[in-house]
Structures are given as C-alpha cells and as structure tokens.
C-alpha cells in the first residue's frame, strides 16, 4: 500500500533526506538550513526548499504546514516539540551516534577523543536534547581508528539507514530503550579541547589531533603567542640525526610548513599550516 502520509524534512545533511526520495515518500516541505550540504544538494537537483536563517523563521513554518512526520537530520535548533506538535503527528530525529551514548552536537567528535562505538540512531524528539525514545540503530565502528573524514561520511550515510529501518517498524520505540543509566557521554565540541598541551602525553595529543582533523576543525598548539593549526602529527624512528641530548617537543629541524620535534628518544613530525617563526631549539609544546 502507498505511504501517503506527509514529511516535513528539516535540517543540514543529506544522506536521510536522499533515502526518503528514493523511497517515494511524499515531502512536502524541506525546511534546509541557509548554506549547508542539504541546501547545495537541493539545488544541484532542482528540488524546491525553504532556505532557513534563523529559529523563529523554522518555527512559523513547521506551524503553518500541514504534515504527519516532521523528520529532523542536522537541524541546529532546539524544538519545542510538545508545543509545536499536533493530533496524530510524529516528530523524529537523526542522530549521529548510538544514542544514548554521545549525546549533544559533536557526538562524531567525541566518539574518536573517548574512544566510543561509532553510529547512527533514529528516535523520537521530546522536549530535550537527545533524549527521546529510541527507534532504530545502526552501527558503523566499535574502534575508533577511522579518518575523521571517512567516519563523518559514514555516520551520515548510517543516519539514512537508520531512517529506513525506522521506517520499516513504522516508528515503533524499541521496548526499553530509554535507557537512564551507564557510562553514557554527552559532547559537544568546544574550543579548549583542540588546543594541545605538553602536558597532555603524546597518546592524548594523537587523539586530539585526530578527532578534529577536517578542515575548519584542526587542533591548535600555541608557540611564542602564535597560534599554528595541526593537520597531522606522524611519530617516526630515525638513527640520524642525533637526539639523544633533545628536550621532549624540542625542535630538530623544519622544511616547508612541517616540523620535526624530538620525542623520549625518538622523533615527532608535525605537519601544520605554517612554519613561520619557529626555529630549531625552540620548544613547540
């Protein structure tokens, strides 16, 4: 039988909204957020949507269209389900991660820093963050040792999945998966956890540098006031030259915008976005 139930789609990704276009489901609003992937999508289709600047804008729509499901994947708002929700209607969010793990807005982040099962969740939204009960799950990684890049790109096509699935349980909540209790992080990205410190341990800095390697996301380090952003850190032996007299983090040498660091007797290399100013000798961290 066909599904004529309609979807209200919101939010910034794709990988969700292009399963339900295959499936035929009739959208009848994609509510995008102003610049995003979903947006860019959008148009290289010519697939009419709502470009979304700000909350009040998302909220007036959502209460003037007439839908069944509204479907959220990447929406930066919090919503006032219980007052924005009418008779009969359903509001469900994709998460990327295993709920109730890794909660808040950079679960896929985390996941690397805490070393966590990586993966995508469909539930239903209530009036919290990431809390409501949870219908379908799909499972990317239980290591954490994939590119940032990569688990970006899986997590999301995961989030498709995890719609499809949800869809063929026809939205039912698995029993008891509101879960209250265990060891279950809540992360959201903030500045201070991609700067490196010395006193951080190389294992720890790894997984920093890690965890926010993509573009407008890298780890910093700070030497001499100036802030340099770290796309790479490759710990390496050498027998020449010599290190055996080096400070830990202190500079061996330099070449174009990468830096060689010694490091309890063996070698660091760092590959950053600059160079500049820093000499053989000066500490990095």
Known sequence: ??????????????????????????????????????????????????????????????????????????????????????????????????????KGMSPVNGSILFGRAQGATCHIMDDGIDTGEIIAQIKVSDKADLPLDLLYQLTFMAEGEAFLKAYERNFRPISGSNATSGEFLYYSRKKEDQLLHRDDGLEKILKKIKAFQVEGQYARLICHEKEYEVRDLIPYTASFPDIAEREDFEIVFTYKKNVVTAYKGTYLLWRLNSADSLLSGDLLL
């Open 1 to 102: 039988m066909k599904d004529r139930k309609k979807y209200f789609f919101v939010g910034a990704r794709f990988f969700c909204a292009e399963k339900m276009l295959e499936m035929g489901l009739n959208i009848v609003c994609f509510a995008a957020v102003k610049d995003s992937f979903l947006a860019q999508e959008l148009e290289r289709r010519n697939i009419g949507y709502v470009s979304v600047e700000n909350k009040k804008q998302l909220l007036d729509l959502i209460r003037n269209t007439e839908f069944d499901i509204l479907v959220s994947n990447g929406c930066p708002y919090i919503l006032p389900v219980s007052d924005l929700k009418k008779e009969g209607q359903l509001f469900i969010n994709l998460h990327p991660s295993l709920l109730p793990d890794l």
